[in-house]
Nanobody, 120 residues
């Protein structure tokens, strides 16, 4: 079965950095687009970043563009989100998402989430 397991969340100061990882299993990782989304309690889900199956194309929400980087290691079946210049507004539960073979936005599986808190 498909499994997406996030790690790397925690507490960071404004202006700081965190790196999230998503270990995957149960599907051919290198064949699928992947992404990250986040949710703040009481607010809607926000899509954050996406990456094509080969890693050659990346996509970002305007709110994180220039600060976040998404990458993948297809040999390790792992997805990453490097978050720099963190802001308090980045505080959320971050989810790893599995897309289809062509789009990270066509999500069919989610991880359990990892909490990111940005506060001084």
């Amino acid at each position: 079965q498909v499994q997406l397991v996030e790690s790397g969340g925690g507490l960071a100061q404004p202006g700081g950095s965190l790196r999230l990882s998503c270990a995957t299993s149960g599907f051919i990782f290198s064949s699928y687009a992947m992404g990250w989304a986040r949710q703040v309690p009481g607010k809607g889900l926000e899509w954050v970043a996406g990456i094509s199956s080969a890693g050659s194309a990346t996509y970002f929400a305007d709110s994180v563009k220039g600060r976040f980087t998404i990458s993948r290691d297809n040999a390790k079946n792992t997805l990453y989100l490097q978050m720099n210049s963190l802001k308090p507004d980045d505080t959320a539960l971050y989810y790893c998402t599995k897309g289809n073979k062509w789009s990270p936005l066509e999500v069919d599986y989610w991880g359990q989430g990892t909490q990111v808190t940005v506060s001084s």
